[in-house]
């Protein structure tokens, strides 16, 4: 079963200190992985997305994640954290041909000045 | 370029009754995605139309219903409401099949 996993709930980082949100995921295929945002009262942005070929991804906001197949991971990261990056992060697996994923639990980041 | 609409945003309703919530995607965009995001279960997928035609579903029960129309504009609809069913109900328009969605803000339903 297609399955993914964010271990950490709640991450709490200094403002310009870096970050990185965990995520594992279960695919019986070819996954294609995403990362996206949510704000309060709003709904989900793309950050980025892995189809295939390069194992590291830029996205937007200053946002990178990379693909790990052995240890079927897709860990987001960002080298200095802003204040206005407090948010909730979703990572998401889905296959080709549809848009049908399936979400991690996601992880709630705060960000202290 | 507008983006993904959803409608109403809020609203309350009683247990045994049903709802009816709109999306109108962005413009160009065939595919419209339907979620049900909620505390304790999260995001789950609800079903997909393309092209008028549901092209996947998600785990849930015959209650949940959708439709698109020929202008791409989808409803869903969920008949004799549970206390369960509230949650926020997110649609998500895409043009390719690869899993880019792009979100409107959600449609939150209050079930007393």
């Known amino acids: 079963a297609q399955s993914v996993t964010q271990p950490d709930i709640h991450i709490t980082v200094s403002e310009g200190a870096s970050l990185e949100l965990r995520c594992n995921y279960s695919?019986?295929?070819?996954?294609?992985l995403f990362w996206y945002v949510q704000s309060p009262g709003q709904g989900l942005q793309l950050l980025l997305k892995?189809?295939?070929?390069?194992?590291l991804v830029q996205g937007i906001k200053g946002f990178e994640a990379e693909f790990k197949r052995s240890q079927s991971s897709f860990n987001l990261r960002k080298p200095s954290v802003h204040w206005s990056d407090a948010a909730e992060y979703f990572c998401?697996?889905?296959?080709?041909?549809?848009?049908?994923?399936?979400f991690g639990a996601g992880t709630i980041l705060r960000v202290k000045s | 370029k507008a983006g993904v609409t959803q409608t109403p945003r809020y609203l309350i309703k009683t247990r045994g009754q049903q709802v009816t919530l709109s999306c109108s995607p962005i413009?160009?965009?065939?595919?419209v995605s339907w979620y049900q995001q909620t505390p304790g279960q999260g995001l789950q997928f609800l079903f997909e139309?393309?092209?008028?035609?549901?092209?996947n579903k998600g785990n849930f029960p015959g209650r949940f219903s959708g439709r698109q129309f020929s202008n791409s504009r989808s409803e869903m609809n969920v008949s004799t409401l549970e206390l369960g069913d509230s949650a926020l109900y997110l649609c998500?328009?895409?043009?390719?099949?690869?899993?880019?969605?792009?979100f409107g803000e959600g449609s939150r339903l209050t079930v007393l």
């Open positions: 998500a328009s895409s043009r390719v099949n690869t899993g880019e969605l792009f």
């Open positions: 695919y019986g295929a070819t996954p294609y």
């Open positions: 892995y189809f295939s070929g390069d194992t």
């Open positions: 998401a697996v889905g296959g080709a041909g549809g848009n049908k994923l399936v």
């Open positions: 413009s160009g965009h065939r595919s």
């Open positions: 139309y393309f092209s008028e035609t549901q092209r």
